[in-house]
C-alpha cells in the first residue's frame, strides 16, 4: 500500500501521467485508489493534435492497469520521508 | 458484473436483461476463471459512500453523462454512463463508437454497450460547453470512413512490409 499511500499525498498536484498506448495526460491530480487508478481534473494532452477526440475532455479516469508511468512534480517526492517508508513497508510493518 | 447486470434490472426492459444474463452464462462455460482472479473479483469492494463520491476514484460522479471511453484496441466510445462498478465495467446508454481517421470521422450507433473493464484505458467527461472535435474535421457517411480506415491500414501494412525488406541494410 505504499504506493496507495505516496499517491494519496500527491493529491492537488499536477501530473502528467503516460499510458501504455503513449498518450500522455496532463492534469491535476483529483483522487486516486488501491488498484491506482487515476482521476484527473483539467486535463490536457500533451500532444493534442494527434488525438482530437481528447479536445472536450476536461476530467477523466485512467485505469490504474493501463498506466505506464506518472510524472510527478519536482518537489513531489521527499526522499527521506519516501525512504523510511520503504524500510518499513519492506520490514512487514 | 453481477452488480451491473441488478442494476440494469432498474434501467431497462426484461427482455434486454436475459439477453445478457444469456451472454453471461455462456462465457462462464466457455472460460475457467482462475481461483485467483476469482479471489480479486470477490475482494477489494471499494464502495465509495454517497457522502465522498466527489472526492473518491469512483465513476459515481459520471453517472447519467456523455462520456468518452478509450479501449485497450484503440476504439473511442461514446454514451452516457448508467451503471459501473469497481472493476470500470461500464453501461453506457445510446453507445456511438467515433471513428476518426486524419481529418475525417464518422459516428456509428450502437444502442446499449456494457463494457468488460479490462477492455477499458480512460473514461473521460465530455464537457458540453466545448466543441467535442477541432472544427476543421469533416463528418462522412459510415461506408467513407470504412474506405479511409482501409486505406490507412493498407498504408501501414505496405510502409511495415518496406521496412521488412529494406532490412538487410541495416538502417538505424
Known amino acids: 500500500m505504499l504506493f496507495f499511500s505516496y499517491f494519496k499525498e500527491l493529491v492537488g498536484k499536477e501530473v502528467t501521467v503516460e499510458l501504455k498506448n503513449d498518450l500522455a495526460i496532463r492534469g491535476t491530480l483529483h483522487s486516486v485508489d488501491q488498484y491506482l487508478n487515476i482521476k484527473l481534473e483539467n486535463t490536457r494532452v500533451v500532444e493534442q493534435d494527434k488525438y482530437p477526440h481528447m479536445l472536450s475532455v476536461k476530467n477523466c479516469f485512467i485505469r490504474g492497469s493501463v498506466v505506464r508511468y506518472v510524472l510527478l512534480p ?12 520503504t524500510r518499513r513497508e519492506a520490514r512487514g510493518g | 458484473m453481477l452488480f451491473i447486470i441488478t442494476s440494469l434490472t432498474d434501467y431497462f426492459r426484461f427482455e434486454c436483461i436475459i439477453t445478457i444474463i444469456v451472454v453471461a452464462a455462456n462465457s462462464n462455460s466457455n472460460n475457467v476463471i482462475k481461483a485467483g482472479e476469482f479471489r480479486e473479483q470477490e475482494e477489494g469492494m ?11 476514484t469512483s465513476l459515481a460522479s459520471y453517472l447519467d453523462k456523455k462520456l468518452l471511453v478509450l479501449l485497450r484496441d484503440g476504439r473511442k466510445l461514446i454514451g452516457i454512463l448508467r451503471s459501473f462498478d469497481q472493476f470500470a465495467n461500464a453501461v453506457l446508454e445510446n453507445a456511438l463508437e467515433r471513428i476518426i481517421v486524419g481529418d475525417l470521422y464518422c459516428d456509428l450507433p450502437l444502442g446499449l454497450y456494457v463494457i468488460r473493464g479490462e477492455n477499458v484505458v480512460l ?5 458540453p460547453e466545448r466543441e467535442e472535435l477541432p472544427a476543421n474535421m469533416i463528418h ?6 470504412k474506405r479511409a480506415q482501409k486505406a490507412e491500414r493498407d498504408a501501414t501494412d505496405l510502409k ?5 525488406r529494406m532490412e538487410f541494410l541495416d538502417l538505424e
Open chain 2, 46 to 56: 471499494s464502495w465509495a459512500g454517497p457522502e465522498d463520491i466527489f472526492l473518491s
Open chain 2, 160 to 164: 511495415g512490409s518496406m521496412r521488412k
Open chain 1, 74 to 85: 519536482p518537489d513531489g517526492v521527499d526522499v527521506d520521508i519516501l525512504h523510511d517508508a
Open chain 2, 140 to 145: 462522412v457517411s459510415a461506408t467513407e470512413i
Open chain 2, 123 to 127: 473514461i473521460g467527461e465530455l464537457d
